[in-house]
């Protein structure tokens, strides 16, 4: 699961994934040229984005936000 804390003005978020789905995503983020600054930020102990079980989030206040590849997105 993944979840994302909004703010007192949103909903929570809970999207449910399996744990293939989420190691396919890990992959494509791996693989994509626009995210590797932000593996660099995370491998550097940035604030701002972190890697947890293999996949990169950014860090946004109390938001945890996995950060969506390129392929991923519409």
């Not at 703010?7 to 789905?21: G, M, P, Q, R």
């Not at 693989?31 to 990169?56: I, K, M, N, T």
């Amino acid at each position: 699961y993944y979840r994302s804390q909004e703010n007192s003005e949103s909903l929570n978020v809970t999207i449910a994934a399996t744990d293939d789905s989420m190691q396919e995503i890990a992959v494509a983020q791996r693989d994509d040229p626009a995210l590797q600054q932000f593996w660099q930020h995370a491998r550097g102990r940035s604030a701002e984005f972190r890697v947890q079980s293999g996949q990169l989030y950014r860090i946004d206040d109390e938001n945890e936000q996995l950060v969506i590849p390129e392929s991923y997105r519409k």
